[in-house]
Structures are given as C-alpha cells and as structure tokens.
C-alpha cells in the first residue's frame, strides 16, 4: 500500500477497498520499523491521526467524502499544528505546543487529509543538508551515509523512503527544491503570494513559500490545488483565481519552447550535465522545442540572497526572547541577561551565524552597502527572468550542481553549503515558482531535473512535468531500506 | 570587521558570544562577507530596488473587530505566568 500514490489511494479509500484507519495505521507502522534509520520525523502523532482517521471513515461511510479523505499525511515542523508540537527543528521550540492551526494545515485537515507526523529539518529551515536540526541529521533513503539536502530534508526523505505518500515543505533559497533533487521525488515551490504563510514560522518574509512534496507531479498538482488561495491572515497572499492543477496537468500536452541558461551548465559536474542532456533529448523528441538563453545575473543570487535571507531572520527571530513563549534560561540576573541567555542557549550555530550577518547587514552606516544593494540585485535578477519569459515558456536546468554530498564534509564550510543552492535561490529572489522532479542518478544517488515558470504559471510547470514523467520513469525508482 | 564589530553586534542581536568563539566567528562572517561583497561586480545604480515579487502593495483591512481575546490559551505555552502577566526579572530597582 505505501508504493501507492496518492492518485491511487483517493480511489481505494472513495470505493472503500481500505479504510482510513487501516491505512494510517499502515502509514505509522512503517515509520516506527524503518525511521530510525533516517530520522525523517521529529514526531509521530499517532493518537491523533487514528482519532482523524476514524472522522474520516465514519463520513465516508455515511456517503460524505472529501476531496483528500482519509490520505496520510507528514507536516514539516515549520506548520503550527493546534495541540501539536511544533519545533521548527530548534530546541528554541523543543516544548511549544501550538496554539493555532497554519492555514496549510487547516485546508489540508479540511480536505480530509490525515497527519501521521512532523517532520526533521534543518533549524528554523536554515540549512541545505538538515544538520543543523536539534533533533538530529536526517539521513538519504539511498544512501544513510549521505544527506538528504534540505532545509525540508525529513518531508523529502520521508516521501523518497515511502515512510508517507506525500508531505509539506517550504522553500526559501531552495529548501523543497534541493532536497526533492538529493532524494529522488518531486517538489514544487509556488509563486510567492500562490500560498499562505500564516502559521508558517517566518524565516525570510519577502522569500518563503509553502509547497509540496509527492512522488509524483499529479500529486503533487491535486495538493497543490487545495494549499493554494487567498488568506485574509496573510497580507502578502494573492487573490489570483486557483486553477483546477491537476485537471490543467493532465490535458494534452502542447509544444512548449524551453530557455536553458547557458549560465547553468558553465563548470556543472560532468555526470549532472550527461543526464540533464539526456532529459532534453526525451523532451526534445516528445514535442519540446528548447531554446538557449543567459541569466548572467542569476550566479549573484547567492550573494544578494545572503544578505535579504539573514536580514529578514535577523528581525524575525528576535520575537525569540525567552519572555513569552519558547525556551528561558535559568537563574538569569536581569531582563537583558534572559534574552541573552534564552537565545544563546536556544538557537543552534547556523541560526546564530545567520542572525549576526543580518544584524550587521541592517546596523547603522551598512544598511545602504547590503540590504539595499541586495534589493537592487534582487530587481536586476527579476527582470533578466521576465525578459527571458518573453520568449520561452519554461526554464530548464538541473536543480543542484551535484547528488547529495557525505553527512559532515560541508557542515564546516558554510560558504560550500550555501553554494548548493546556486540555481534555486534566483527563484526565491524573483518570486518565480519553481519544481524538481527526478531526472536520473549519478552512481547510486538521485539528481534532479528544475522547471521554472513565470509568476503564476505553476499549471505549465506541472504539465511538463506530467508529460515528462508520461515518457520517463526515473520517478518510479526506489530505494532500498534496512527494516523494509 | 574586527573582533570590536563581532562583540557590538552580538549585543546588538542578544546573542552571547564567549572569547574564545570570537575568532570563528568572525572568520566565517569575514568569508560570507566575502561572498556578498560579490553584488559590487554590477553597477545598479540606477535600478530600482525590489522589496516585493510581485511589486504589490500592502492591503489595509477594514477595521472590524475580529478573533477574540486568546490570553490564557497563549500563555498554556509558558509556566512563568501570574494572574495573565509574564514574570521576568526585576526591571527598576
């Protein structure tokens, strides 16, 4: 049953050939046997899903079914879940205990979706590996000596080990994109603005977006139909009309002209650049037309994304201060000395690191040499994207420069890790919505394949995707698992 | 940035840093310096600089009461509580 997709499992719960409670249980006993190899779950919340599932049930029984009823679900650890831990993988968070539900939670409960767990991350989602998590490294599925990437590295790897069909994630410089690619599923980023982040613990306002991981693009188009939309407690969210995605991906594909950045594929790892041309050659012989363009802006990403990124947590996280919620030290002498304490104690290295840059990124005398800079690198960076999408529909690249590197060899080099997100963080800074699906392997570890599309184009993304994988079956491949 | 940088910002940013953390610190921060500095290899001077994607305006909403007074439903989070106010250390002597 966990080699199902979520397509495939609608349809068995709707005809009733399993039921929900059968199903999560299915779900938690295979977390509780292979997990521990991979410790792709901060926690599990069995009492209640069993209690979720048994809703869902007792309505599918008496003929009211919702469009997600009963499909097992992982939250990341981001998503404030009502009467749930939420830890946003920090010991800052290890006790909170949400009051509220996110608006991706809330819509996802209201499909009839089953949360099974929360899933490991890299602290407060800072990190392309998920080492810095509090609760631990999450290890590759395809190899546990590996990373997963991350920030979202537990909802990837959780998907990739078939632990759960499908899972959450947020993406701020490539935190579902990257580790969808080191894992071997699917990711989607959205647009900026296509879904809410409230309730979604802010790391860079201007840059987060919620979005999905599945194993499949039909999946991962039916849930992102139903995360997406307006929402009145998120100013910054858009009132463009939701397409039916999944119905969108599904019709019959057209020709489509594809840019590929020549930019993308200068010094790329010779086995990375084999298999991305390989992909084209599939696409180009099923009706793709491709294009070369230049985004010879989009290698300063980095840089101006190391400036807004930090910038933007310095003065989010300073809501982090011992007082009101979240962890206080001890025996503190005065009001400064819990702050200093409470955050010390609280916040891991890379959290620290990142806070002191954006802390001097925005300090008197520096503002105009870095965060506005990087605001102005951010527009150059934009309209070099809106430029290239007056002559092609989609942009193709691979996702990361490489496959999941070895648990430990960057978590010392902070400037190598930052540079695993060289082609997903333009994205972010241009707001552009953005997916990864699998494309091969370079040995035994997965690599991926990233579609861009201009603002709101996600159907498009999707149905390439879709076609892609109508002709391919990378997606199909699996690990295999100690415990399975 | 020197080390006199290091100990302003850290106080700046309520974060405790101890001597002997000061070197690595500033080592990593000079390297991410480093990296930034970067953005000085294009002239933008006359580029307007971006502060949202979608180039949006902020909304204003109406001005309606809406969710409801949630204190002690916050403060289950925190055992450091006395009759809905947060204890903290003594402030004015």
Not at chain 1, 6 to 11: A, D, F, M, N, Q
Request: proline letters at 4%; hydrophobic letters at 35%; aromatic letters at 8%.
């Amino acid at each position: 049953m966990h080699n199902k997709t979520v397509s495939e499992l609608k349809k068995y719960l709707e005809e009733k050939k399993i039921s929900s409670v059968e199903l999560t249980k299915h779900f938690v006993d295979r977390i509780k046997t292979i997990d521990s190899h991979l410790n792709s779950f901060i926690s599990l919340t069995e009492e209640y899903a069993i209690t979720q599932a048994k809703k869902i049930d007792l309505e599918i029984s008496k003929g009211k079914i919702r469009p997600l009823a009963g499909i097992p679900l992982a939250q990341k650890d981001i998503f404030c879940t009502k009467g749930l831990k939420t830890t946003c993988g920090s010991k800052m968070l290890e006790n909170f205990i949400s009051p509220y539900n996110a608006t991706v939670v809330e819509k996802l409960n209201d499909a009839g979706m089953v949360i099974i767990g929360k899933t490991n991350m890299d602290e407060f989602a800072m990190g392309s590996s998920n080492e810095t998590s509090y609760f631990g490294d999450v290890k590759n599925p395809w190899d546990t000596e590996y990373v997963p990437g991350g920030s979202s590295g537990g909802s990837a790897a959780s998907v990739a080990a078939r632990l759960i069909p499908c899972s959450t994630g947020t993406d701020t410089g490539g935190s579902i994109r990257q580790p969808a690619s080191l894992t071997g599923v699917c990711g989607i980023k959205p647009t900026y603005g296509r879904v809410s982040r409230y309730g979604m613990i802010a790391f860079a306002s201007s840059l987060d977006q919620a979005g999905i991981f599945t194993r499949t693009a039909e999946d991962c188009a039916i849930l992102l139909t139903h995360i997406s939309g307006y929402d009145p407690k998120d100013s910054t969210s858009s009132r463009k009309e939701v397409p039916d995605y999944e119905k969108e991906c599904k019709q019959k594909f057209t020709s489509m002209t594809i840019g590929i950045p020549v930019e993308f594929l200068d010094g790329l790892d010779d086995t990375v650049k084999e298999v991305f041309e390989e992909s084209i050659k599939v696409l180009e012989k099923n009706g793709c037309k491709f294009k070369k363009i230049s985004l010879k802006s989009s290698k300063l990403g980095v840089s101006a994304y190391q400036v807004v990124a930090p910038a933007e947590c310095s003065s989010n996280l300073s809501r982090f201060d011992g007082v009101r919620f979240g962890h206080r030290a001890d025996n503190t002498k005065n009001i400064d000395d819990l702050y200093k304490k409470s955050r010390s104690e609280g916040f891991g290295q890379e959290v620290k690191r990142r806070i002191l840059i954006g802390t001097y990124a925005l300090s008197a005398g520096y503002y105009d040499a870095y965060y506005l800079k990087a605001q102005k690198i951010r527009k150059v960076i934009s309209n070099e994207f809106a430029e290239a999408f007056k002559e092609v529909d989609l942009i193709l690249g691979p996702t990361a420069p490489d496959c999941a590197f070895k648990i430990g060899e960057k978590s010392n080099d902070p400037i190598a890790m930052y540079l695993s997100d060289v082609f997903t963080v333009s994205t972010n800074l241009a707001g552009l919505p953005a997916m990864s699906l699998p494309m091969g392997f370079k040995n035994h570890l997965p690599l991926g394949l990233q579609i861009i599309g201009n603002h709101f184009d996600e159907a498009k993304i999707l149905s390439l995707a879709h076609h892609y994988q109508q002709i391919t079956d990378w997606h199909t491949k699996k690990p295999k698992l100690s415990g399975d | 940035m020197n080390k006199e940088t290091i100990i302003k910002i850290s106080d700046l940013a309520k974060i405790d840093i101890k001597d002997d953390q000061i070197d690595d610190i500033l080592t990593s921060l000079e390297k991410i310096l480093n990296l930034v500095d970067e953005m000085n290899s294009v002239n933008t001077d006359n580029v307007t600089p971006m502060s949202h994607p979608l180039n949006l305006k902020q909304e204003l909403r109406k001005d309606i009461v809406g969710a409801s007074d949630e204190r002690e439903l916050f403060q289950k989070n925190n055992k450091h509580i006395d009759n809905g106010y947060y204890i903290v250390p003594k402030i004015i002597d």
